[in-house]
């Protein structure tokens, strides 16, 4: 008698499992969710991470100090520039450098500009997602003449590698400034052109507001950071409450929204794009002169011509290029904001010339363990948007 | 033990609630590191996060410092919204039977965090809810970032070439 009522409890409850993606255009990268679906409603979401686990930090032990730049790239691909800098940061902390002012200017527009690009694909396949085709085609058009900046810089367009420790890789190319200069200047009105096609849409509102929202609470306790957080109410960035890079000297506001849903996240993003867009111009406009590497010769590589007609520089180089440089023995964590949130680096030196341990707490893996929150509960047709606003890239998740 | 200028400090002095429960602190680079006995974490991680506002986990992680013992080392990096600081808490493990109690039931942030630990390194976690490896596939042997797992994988071998 118990077993039929207990099959009968169960005839009623019939959930289905449904498994999306690792291969799945909305999950951005290869995640795959188990999802339990009860008719259209998802009762719970299991998020499957690591199919894109490439042992970054494993390799980072047997590379020297140097040689771990080109790696930091690979991990948050969209945002490489941010992960130079962080690396860097953490490692010239190790070492107790000083930085040259322009080159943490020339740090502070790239990792700007990164922010925008960063920002231009999700919102291009954000929207795409959701169904609204040309947002993507119009970011993608801005994000082609970033690429092009990032290329004429470092000459890569993605894995740029332009930081490096002790400064930068090479000065600013000549003609940066009007290239940069134009730019930036028609890039706001290209904002407007997106939010004319999404702000006030009806179908886009229909679809983002009051979706994917969780409280402030949860976020801040499963450690959720960046724009979830901010449009949720909190005014935290790390640019602003602990300042690297001389972030200290500009002016630019932080963003907030109260509803914490995918609209609101949408709308602090786009903020964002402008506020980076207005950090741009005031270091293009006030670019101090000056050198771009440290004044340490035992850490940064001596230019050619001294290379070739000075004895001790001569010693450098060759100490570098083939043993690197040894860092004090220590610990430090070094956090920046970066597009999607809080990016630390935890870098241990045993006092040798290559990192003991490197860890990266990354924006998208913190970001990624709300997930179940947005959905769980909700409708499926929805979750495609919320996985959107949640904006992770999965090397960023699974290293 | 604890420097003098150390113990000035409000974390360390409000931490005195925890008798015996910091063993050894450091301030290095501005970034305030303490030592915390293994089976204390979760007392002294509850009362950082209630009494002294230290509301955000930040990360976890690990170091091996093998051949040494104590062998693991595991980090959490503590994060104060309010006061705009950052904490850094050790605890030693060693190297036979790594097992320390999960934070989860403090910050459910830990989650991923200690199962990243548990997957990379080896170290488990009590009461964690959700144990199982998350980054490498549940059939593989060993612990990658274990320093006495070749950075080839055991599957190949390298030294003839």
Redesign the interface.
Known sequence: MSEISASAATETKRTMTLNMGPQHPSTHGVLRILLELDGETILKASPDVGFLHTGIEKECEVKTYQQVVPLTDRVDYLANLSNNLCYVLAVEKLLGMEIPRRAQWMRVMLTELTRINSHLVWLGTHAIDIGAMSVFLYCFREREDLLRIFEMFSGQRMMTSYFRVGGLALDAPRGWDKVVRKFIDQFPSKVDQYENLLTANPIWMQRTKDVGHVSLEDLIDIGATGPLIRAAGMSWDIRKSEPYSSYEQFQFQVPTQVESDVFARYQVRVAEMRESAKIVVQALEGMPEGPWQADSPHVVLPDRERMKTQMESLIYHFKIVTEGFSVPAGQVYQVIEAPRGELGYYVVSDGTNKPYRVHMRTPSFGNLMTMPNMLEGRLLADSIASLGSLDFVLGDVDR | MLSDELSQMGVVQALQACPGAVLDGKR??A?L?LSIAPERIVEVCRFLKDQQQF?????I?A??WHPMEPRFEV?Y?LHS?ER?E?I?LLCKLDGAQPEIDSVYSV???A??YEREIFD?FGVSFRNHPNLI?????EDWVGH??RKD?P?HGYKYSYQDE
Request: aromatic letters at 10%.
């Open positions: 290095e680079r970034e590191t509301i955000r986990l930040s990360g992680t170091v091996d980090v990096h919204l705009n950052r850094r910050w459910r942030a989650d991923w990379l490896r998350i980054l490498m596939p990658p970032l797992f950075i």
